[in-house]
């Protein structure tokens, strides 16, 4: 493995703002997909502030690397 540790965000409308029950899984926003943690979490706070007035939006930061490589989980 290079040393990208990829990272997806994305985000849509939950059910309850302390949940993650996406409301509409089909129409799911895919901010991008990004090489390193910094990166994905500019981008989600970006995604986040723009929605700051909906409180059942929510964005999310997915660690890509861990479900490709889950025997590396110790790398972070």
């Known amino acids: 493995m290079s040393n990208a540790l990829l990272h997806l965000v994305f985000g849509g409308k ?3 703002p302390q949940s993650q029950d996406f409301v ?3 129409n799911l926003e895919v ?3 990004y090489p390193n943690y910094a990166k994905a979490l ?3 706070r970006g995604a986040s ?3 700051v ?3 059942n939006m929510k964005y999310v930061i ?6 490709l490589e889950p ?3 110790h790398e972070a």
């Open 53 to 55: 007035d909906d409180a």
């Open 14 to 16: 939950v059910s309850d």
């Open 49 to 51: 502030q723009a929605n």
């Open 62 to 67: 997915v660690h890509l690397h861990r479900l």
């Open 24 to 26: 509409d899984p089909d």
């Open 31 to 33: 901010v991008g997909i």
């Open 42 to 44: 500019t981008a989600w």
């Open 71 to 73: 025997e590396d989980n």
